[in-house]
């Protein structure tokens, strides 16, 4: 559709008003002196013209641009960027990646034999997005611990059983807490076969698969009796910004509290450094940090996040770069 010379102009205004300023047409009508069926008329007119192009997004859409400029500056094997709409809708952002993550997880080819995994929300909901059959012979393996010291039990051993059940598998459990109250305990368990044969076979899975935890009071490693409040707050000062297998790093991935990681009990993250399918998924706001800090010390070669994630960690590395 062409428009006379000027009426464009007129149209863009219109459209601005309407999309961008959020005035209703009623409004605009008054403001402009226009009938409000004029205005309707002239958005209409907007879109045939290719003024305005209104685009329609399903909630796990892929951002294909983000992901490769993450790919590009951030030297991953591969991500996967989703939309995630209100970015301070964190249960939604938790809710699209990890169903991003089932579908990268049920798309690979050849599927994974051994998948090490961590624990946390975002899996929990990631195992609920696998569809029964997704592949066959696939064995789980739990990488770090995941017992609750606390009334608060965890989904640890029940997602990585559904992981398992869906691909025809087994799921092998690390029956301990992720942090205990001593390095002497952690050393006697460690010594014990129960554990020492679980951690010796999550050395050699073929794909690690964890999402780092924030330092929001809504801790998994908090309401698990992992640890309390108040050291949570202390490592923050202390400059940590979030966990990774329990182990909390600082914005380097360097270890903040090195007498709290002696009593951290699962896989070392130099085995996720040095793994060459290592896949994060991080999402909302209080994790931007973390994931800065995942990506830059090489804790993952694939990482599957949304948009706002993807954006400020794109910012963040022009910055210092």
């Not at 699209?96 to 080819?109: C, F, P, Q, S, W």
């Not at 066959?136 to 608060?152: E, M």
Request: hydrophobic share 45%.
């Amino acid at each position: 559709m062409t428009v006379p010379a000027g009426y464009d102009d007129q149209l863009y205004e219109v459209a601005i008003r309407y999309y961008e300023g959020g005035e209703t047409q009623e409004q605009i009508a008054n403001a402009l002196h226009l009938t409000r069926w004029k205005v309707g008329r002239m958005l209409a007119e907007a879109r045939q013209a290719g003024i305005v192009r209104i685009e329609v997004l399903h909630p796990r859409s892929r951002v294909r641009a983000l992901e490769q400029s993450l790919k590009e500056r951030c030297g991953l094997r591969d991500a996967v960027v989703v939309a995630g709409g209100d970015p301070n809708g964190v249960e939604h952002l938790r809710d699209v990646v990890a169903a991003a993550g089932a579908d990268h997880l049920m798309a690979m080819r050849p599927a994974p034999r051994l998948i090490g995994v961590s624990w946390g929300r975002t899996l929990d909901r990631l195992a609920g997005g696998l569809k029964p059959g997704w592949a066959g012979g696939v064995n789980v393996v739990q990488i770090n611990g995941a017992l609750s010291r606390s009334r608060q039990p965890t989904s640890a051993h029940s997602m990585a059983s559904m992981i398992a059940h869906h691909g025809g598998g087994t799921a092998t459990l690390l029956p301990a807490p992720a942090i205990l109250e001593q390095q002497s305990t952690r050393a006697v368990l460690e010594s014990d076969r129960a554990v020492s044969d679980v951690l010796a076979l999550a050395t050699r899975a073929d794909l690690f698969l964890f999402s780092p935890g924030g330092m929001g009071s809504d801790s998994v490693l908090v309401d698990s009796g992992q640890i309390d409040a108040g050291h949570l707050s202390r490592l923050a000062e202390a400059g940590a910004v979030g966990d990774v297998l329990g182990r909390f790093i600082d914005r380097d991935g360097r270890i903040v509290d090195p007498a709290l990681d002696g009593r951290t009990l699962g896989l070392s993250l130099d085995v996720l450094r040095a793994s060459t399918a290592s896949v994060a998924l991080v999402s909302g706001e209080a994790k931007h940090a973390v994931c800065r800090a995942v990506v830059a010390s090489r804790l993952c070669d694939v990482l599957i996040t949304d948009d706002q994630s993807a954006t400020y960690l794109l910012d963040t590395w022009k910055e210092e770069a």
